[in-house]
């Protein structure tokens, strides 16, 4: 009887069930460890901006984006959030192998500061099946949030006023932030492929 009733919840709500999936299953935290790491990695992958002191371009942001639009909220905070835990502990994962406290309250960590919140607002907006058009937006979103609270942290920690933070801390990322993200928001099927597999 208790079974019928079951088999009948289901049928009417096909989420009846996965509600009692847990949420940390041992594939999901390998797959969590695997993402930390590659967010590790990805910290190296950098080019250069012609400016002088300026920070490299790298695949952080694009890798944080990708962590938001495959895992869901709590995870994907989990992933970056254990990711800066490595980087204020001194293991040399931010940008060109910075870590510690200093670099994060330093004028260009306030990037690095962002990605969290960046991360949250991207895997909210993009609500819950994949949609091209609608996890585009949402990894957009998501880079611009990156590059504008990175740029108001930048001003305020170097003291310079607002048209030489847009120029210094914004315009310089936007084409290839913008595309990296709608990069992302493209391979999110092939990698959801690989991951349920």
């Known amino acids: 009887m208790k079974e019928a009733q079951e088999m009948k919840k289901t049928q009417e709500n096909p989420l009846a069930l996965e509600k009692k999936t847990p949420v940390f299953t041992t594939k999901t935290l390998v797959q969590m460890a695997l993402f930390t790491a590659l967010l590790c990695v990805s910290a190296y ?6 400016l002088p002191g300026a920070p490299h371009i790298t695949l952080n942001n694009f890798m944080i984006l990708l962590i938001a639009l495959l895992f869901p909220c709590a995870q994907s905070l989990l992933i970056i959030l254990a ?15 910075r870590s510690g406290i200093g670099y994060l309250l330093s004028g260009w960590g306030g990037y690095t500061l962002v990605f969290p919140f960046a991360a949250l607002l991207t895997a909210v907006s993009r ?3 994949y949609h091209r058009f609608r996890y585009t937006v949402a990894a957009v979103l998501g880079a611009l949030t990156i590059d504008l609270l990175g740029m108001f942290w930048l001003m305020l920690m170097t003291k310079i006023n607002l048209p030489a933070g847009i120029a210094t801390g914004f315009l310089p990322f936007l ?3 913008i595309l990296k993200s709608v990069v992302a928001a493209q391979l999110v099927p092939a990698f959801l492929r690989v ?3």
């Open 45 to 50: 992958v950098s080019i250069p901006l012609p």
């Open 127 to 129: 609500g819950g099946t």
């Open 83 to 97: 990711w800066m835990l490595l980087g204020i502990v001194g293991l040399p994962v931010y940008i060109a192998g």
């Open 175 to 177: 084409p290839l932030d």
């Open 195 to 197: 991951m349920k597999e």
